[in-house]
């Protein structure tokens, strides 16, 4: 049985038919072909689907389609300016070399913006500790975590 | 970056494969849904080990989307997955081979071995038919431990001791007579602890057949899809290789799990003929955890003979490698060709022995995995090095300096010639920077706290890009070693550079192209690198082994040498001079001594609007491929010290300091470089402290078989790490001097925190323990210690 569902996605209103069964990763992968968001485990554990419903981070696998009815999406894809420009968060990742084969990067981006929003950023130990639930097996999580701090600076200093 | 000459060598420049995946433009393999898309879903063995008594397919035909079904029964004429090396026992006879089907017959032999595969309209379907596929198994025993003794059910009938072979370096009779008379003997048995690869994208592929021209062309996630071609094609399903395009998109990570063929997309290619559709696999996390080639699984006895001033005399090493159910495409090369060569470590140590039996389990198969033997190799030197000086009570860093070579070229006793290196350098700077002269303090302040703190050093040496073809190829490699290159030139004098390594981390487009515009004296943004697809790449043996700039940069370097060297030879018609006069420097051709010159992008111009050209004596065009075959490998070597915290009561370890200070030789972007360091740690450690794939003994199931219950290293399960690269003693035999970085962190790392675990608990009477070092395992070595 289909269901309809309308999602604020990246700043633009959609509306889709989607089954009762089909998670929002998949919807936002197969159905919407943003591909930004990757699936690396089938146990929530990876991080890597990670994307923001209404500004906090959710692992787009553990969360139905349906159940984004109404609710605002922000995907990897939609972070940078209309232009091209990188999101600050975006740029950060890139100057502190926090990512290698890109693949956990979409994640664990979404994850850094939920944590200096949200969290609690101002040592490397808590970095650390809110970036459990994103696995990178390229980096060795140093650059991201220098990521993360130089992408909150530049955050604070534009807010 | 937007320097417009020459100095591109030596810059942490930043990648400029970043955006894309930043923005979420990258293009993995999963990524890809061609027209008329269809799904795979393998059935799998839920059995370690069984017979296969009945294989119905008809429910899960019958079913509703359902395109294809195909069992072990379709492949009884088609080709085994073949294995890359040779080895030949020490009695002469060459290894066990037994037929590595693409879907099992007649037998399973480890959990997750594919039975069939079914193949529909949507992933969906296909999961739901799958699942219709009626299988009837007699389940026989499981063997998984190659410590144990051989299982009473082989695993293959062609190998009744489950023993591949039996192989060996060195004159064991000459050492057991050095052992007998030693001032002092140290004598370790443990066991280099099962990995599970784990990158983050899961293999996929994605395999589509043309009828009108019977070819076919395969995505795939793949570390070297020349090599994933020709393997395929000409060995296993009988595809002449020009009809068979092999593309290895944007691949998110490897660490040598995407080297190998394997059987999912093989058999994909072959029934993308068979259902004429476009047929798309991905495996889901808990598959890749079953299937994946593992890494290491050594079970060791290693023992080291030292004079009355620790000098080594002599070293013996015994070790059972667990090679898994079937032969992966270079597993048999890991533990000897890629382990016993590296036992001399930085050492003159003069005699060494090793025996390795490769053993046959119900597991999966065991092949390279981020350093491939030689992780093994330095383990066992480093842990007896540093128990040789723990118990003749000679301080650590001074018996290295006791026995580091000190001259080069150095010959080992295990067939390696070191060209150039200077452990000095890196030990003395890692001392420095580990702040060893302070470690006194920090201990006696964790004593204070009730908690134990040790140092541990590893002073690791690793040999890169395996070479050269025809040595390799008298070890008994089956292809060769060498790496291609073709450099384009437009008529503008803008770059296509094609290459047959391939990036999935490393940043080669970045690299690569930071060495091309150096040597043309270009703009970086005017060269652009081409990698992972055999329909545009001339050929190439692909990533890995930390090959790719010293043997892949070299093969780019030749041709731009070829590129310039016509140049020249254009530059001296137009400039009306002798060829032997033109210089080329800073992208101008030059006649010496006078200022008569032309830039790149005016001869490139004329290369191919060849008006006034040579015409008689020099083709049009400026586009030069090489092949580069290295005369050695190269030896990157370094120190590293590893400081920890334990608490006795609870056995958690806590790494408070990690130091890795490198001899790279020459580095073209640091910047990378040093990620490269970092996820080699993070591995090296993740072996150490962390990760375990686990077989249960009985029934063979793999116990670690998801993020759940395999401890994957999460970003506050690691120190923050002190990395330094020295000014370094660069590559005696490629023209970049570089030497690969790649894998030194997993290799280096595992010894140094082990032996600084072994120092904080020596006083308990802890003198070894097994990797990993959980919290479990420490706290069970120190009450056996203490019982």
């Known amino acids: 049985m289909s269901i309809s569902i309308t999602v604020h996605l990246n700043g633009k209103t959609v509306s889709a038919q989607v089954q009762a069964s089909t998670s929002l990763v998949e919807f936002l992968r197969e159905h919407q072909r943003l591909t930004g968001t990757h699936v690396g485990c089938d146990t929530a554990q990876c991080g890597a689907c ?81 970036l459990e639930g994103n696995l990178c097996r390229c980096t060795g999580y140093q650059n ?12 604070a200093q534009s807010a | ?82 294995c890359g090396w040779l080895i030949t026992s020490v009695d002469g006879t060459p290894m066990k081979e037994p037929k590595h089907p693409l879907l099992a017959h007649g037998k399973v032999r480890h959990v997750g071995d594919q039975v069939a595969v079914v193949i529909a309209e949507t992933l969906a379907q296909a999961k739901a038919a799958a699942s219709l596929v009626d299988v009837d198994y007699e389940v026989l025993p499981a063997y998984v431990d190659p410590a144990a003794e051989a299982g009473s059910v082989p695993v293959h009938d062609e190998a009744p001791d489950n023993l591949c072979y039996t192989w060996a370096l060195g004159d064991k009779a000459a050492i057991d007579a050095t052992f007998a008379s030693a001032a002092h003997v140290t004598k370790l048995e443990y066991r280099n602890n099962r990995l599970i690869p784990n990158a983050i994208e899961p293999r996929a592929a994605n395999a589509i057949y043309n009828r009108s021209d019977d070819s076919y062309t395969l995505h795939v996630a793949n570390q070297n899809p020349h090599v994933e071609r020709l393997l395929m094609a000409a060995f296993v399903l009988g595809i002449p290789e020009h009809k068979l395009r ?41 598959e890749a955890f079953l299937t994946d080639a593992h890494g290491r699984d050594h079970v060791t006895v290693a023992e080291m003979a030292a004079d009355q001033n620790g000098k080594f005399l002599a070293m013996r090493v015994h070790t059972r490698a667990n090679l898994g ?59 007896l090095v540093e128990t040789v000086a723990k118990e003749m009570g000679i301080d650590p860093a001074e018996i290295r300096r006791r026995n580091f070579i000190r001259s080069f070229p150095y010959a080992t006793p295990v067939g390696l010639t070191y060209d150039t290196g200077d452990y000095e350098v890196h030990l003395a700077r890692a001392l420095e920077k580990a702040d060893v002269a302070g470690f006194a303090a920090r201990k006696q302040a964790s004593a204070d706290r009730g908690l134990l703190r040790g140092l541990g050093y590893s002073c690791y ?22 790496e291609a290159g073709e450099v384009r030139v437009h008529p503008t004098g803008k770059v296509t550079v094609y290459t047959g390594s391939h990036s999935h981390g490393q940043g080669h487009e970045t690299t690569f192209a930071q060495v091309v515009a150096d040597r043309l004296g270009i703009p970086m943004e005017d060269v652009d690198i081409v990698h992972g697809d055999t329909g ?72 191919y609007v060849p008006h006034n050209y040579p015409l008689d004596k020099l ?22 010290i590893c400081e920890v915290e334990v608490d006795p009561d609870t056995g958690v370890v806590k790494v408070d300091r990690f130091t890795a200070v490198d001899d790279f030789g020459n580095v073209v972007n640091p910047m990378i470089v040093e990620g490269q360091v970092h996820g080699g740690l993070a591995q090296g450690i993740g072996q150490a402290l962390l990760e375990h794939g686990v077989y249960d003994h009985d029934s063979g199931q793999l116990l670690s078989g998801s993020y759940m219950d395999y401890a994957m290293p999460r970003a506050d399960d690691l120190p923050h790490f002190e990395v330094e690269t020295v000014k370094g003693t660069p590559c005696t035999h490629n023209p970049l001097g570089v030497k690969g970085c790649g894998e030194a962190g997993a290799i280096g790392s595992p010894a140094a925190l082990i032996n600084a675990l072994c120092d904080a608990l020596w006083s308990l009477g802890v003198k070894d323990l097994d990797m990993p070092a959980s919290p479990h395992n420490v706290w069970k070595a120190i009450q056996h210690a203490k019982a």
């Open chain 2, 619 to 640: 083709e049009p065009g400026l586009n030069e491929n090489a092949f580069y075959d290295p005369t050695n490998f190269t030896y990157p070597s370094g120190s590293y």
């Open chain 2, 536 to 607: 545009k790449v001339l050929f190439g043996m692909g990533t890995y082994g930390s090959r790719s700039l010293s043997v892949g940069g070299t093969a780019i370097v030749k041709a731009v040498d070829k590129v310039i060297a016509k140049g020249k030879k254009i530059a001296a018609h137009l400039l009306e001079a002798a060829d032997g006069d033109i210089e080329f420097e800073g992208g101008n051709f030059k006649v010496a001594g006078t200022d008569k010159s032309l830039p790149f992008a005016q001869i490139a111009l004329t290369a």
């Open chain 1, 50 to 130: 990670t994307v923001l419903v209404d500004g906090k981070a959710m692992k787009s696998c553990n969360m139905l389609a349906v159940q984004a009815d109404g609710l605002s999406i922000t995907t990897i894809e939609g972070l940078a300016a209309a232009d091209g420009s990188l999101h600050p968060m975006q740029s950060a990742f890139r100057d502190c070399h926090g990512l290698q084969c890109g693949f956990c990067t979409p994640g664990m981006v979404m994850s850094a913006l939920d944590l200096v929003t949200h969290h609690d950023h101002s040592s490397e130990q808590k970095i650390r500790e809110h």
């Open chain 2, 1 to 82: 970056m937007n320097a417009p000459t020459a100095g591109f060598i030596g810059k942490a420049v930043l990648r400029r494969e970043d955006h894309r995946f930043l923005t979420g433009n990258g293009q993995y393999t999963d990524d890809i849904v061609h027209q008329g898309q269809t799904y795979a879903v393998f059935v799998r063995s839920p059995h370690a080990h069984a017979k296969l008594l009945k294989v119905d397919t008809e429910a899960a035909r019958a079913a509703a989307g359902v395109v294809g079904v195909f069992t072990g029964e379709d492949f009884v004429n088609v080709g085994g997955l073949p």
């Open chain 2, 246 to 286: 092999v593309v290895a998109p944007d691949v998110g990570g490897g660490f040598g799990s995407k080297i190998f063929l394997y059987a999912e997309e093989t058999v994909l290619v072959w029934a993308s003929k068979q259902v004429n559709r476009p047929i798309k696999w991905t495996a889901e996390r808990s």
């Open chain 2, 325 to 383: 159910a079937y032969l992966s495409t270079f597993a048999s090369s890991v533990p000897t060709i890629l382990y016993a060569t590296l036992l001399a470590g930085q050492y003159t140590t003069p005699q060494i022995f090793c025996e390795v039996k490769g053993v046959f389990t119900n597991t999966a198969p065991v092949d390279a995995y981020r350093g491939a033997g030689r992780p093994e190799a330095t383990y066992v030197v480093e842990r």
């Open chain 2, 461 to 482: 040496i690793e040999a890169c890009g395996l070479a050269p073809s025809n040595i390799a190829g008298a070890l008994g490699a089956r292809a060769g070693l060498f």
């Open chain 1, 144 to 155: 991201i975590v220098r990521a993360v701090q130089q992408g909150a600076q530049a955050m």
